[in-house]
T-cell receptor, first 113, second 111 residues
Framework: AQSVAQPEDQVNVAEGNPLTVKCTYS??????LFWYVQYPNRGLQFLLK??????LVKGSYGFEAEFNKSQTSFHLKKPSALVSDSALYFC???????????FGSGTKLNVKP | NAGVTQTPKFRILKIGQSMTLQCAQD?????MYWYRQDPGMGLKLIYY???????DKGEVPNGYNVSRSTTEDFPLRLELAAPSQTSVYFC??????????FGEGSRLTVL
């Protein structure tokens, strides 16, 4: 069965500090992994994806994520957080053999000035 | 560059009423999806389609129906609305290989 876990409901960081939002996944085959961001009353916006290749993926707005196959993780990172990064972040996985995407429950990121 | 367009943005229904949430995309994507988002629960897949004339159930299809007569449109029908269907509904589409593109959502309240 395919699933995604985001173990933290909320992450609090100070502006300028590095941030990490955690994600672990379970798929039966090779995973396609994604991160999305959602601002209040908006749809989800794509940040980055891992399909194949380099384990470190760079995306929009200075975000990056590291694919770790042995730990089945795909944590989202940013070296220096901005107040404007405050939002709800979702991790998603698709087994490349199938068409369905599975989403985590979301992590609310709060960046304080 | 419209992307994925959902209508209506807001709707209030009475228990037992029916309605259709509209979704249209102008990116010529074959794959389209309907999700619902409940607080703290992430997104749950209702139905999806891999092309015109082909639809399949997701995790939570009960109480909903879909059709896909064209590549562009993927309407979601709610029959006999129930309070448990109060949610925010998102339509999304994607190309053959790649990420989902989401609409802005339709907020439905059933009273």
């Amino acid at each position: 069965a395919q699933s995604v876990a985001q173990p933290e409901d909320q992450v609090n960081v100070a502006e300028g500090n590095p941030l990490t939002v955690k994600c672990t996944y379970s798929v039966s085959g090779n995973p396609y992994l994604f991160w999305y961001v959602q601002y209040p009353n908006r749809g989800l916006q794509f940040l980055l994806k891992y399909i194949t290749g380099d384990n470190l993926v760079k995306g929009s707005y200075g975000f990056e994520a590291e694919f770790n196959k042995s730990q089945t993780s795909f944590h989202l990172k940013k070296p220096s957080a901005l107040v404007s990064d405050s939002a709800l972040y979702f991790c998603a996985v698709r087994d490349y053999n199938f068409n369905k995407f599975y989403f985590g429950s979301g992590t609310k990121l709060n960046v304080k000035p | 560059n419209a992307g994925v367009t959902q209508t209506p943005k807001f709707r209030i229904l009475k228990i037992g009423q029916s309605m259709t949430l509209q979704c249209a995309q102008d990116m010529n994507h074959n794959y389209m999806y309907w999700y619902r988002q409940d607080p703290g629960m992430g997104l749950k897949l209702i139905y999806y389609s891999v092309g015109a004339g082909i639809t399949d159930k997701g995790e939570v299809p009960n109480g909903y129906n879909v059709s896909r007569s064209t590549t562009e449109d993927f309407p979601l029908r709610l029959e006999l609305a129930a309070p448990s269907q109060t949610s925010v509904y998102f339509c999304a589409s994607r190309p053959l290989t790649g990420e989902l593109f989401f609409g802005e959502g339709s907020r439905l309240t059933v009273l």
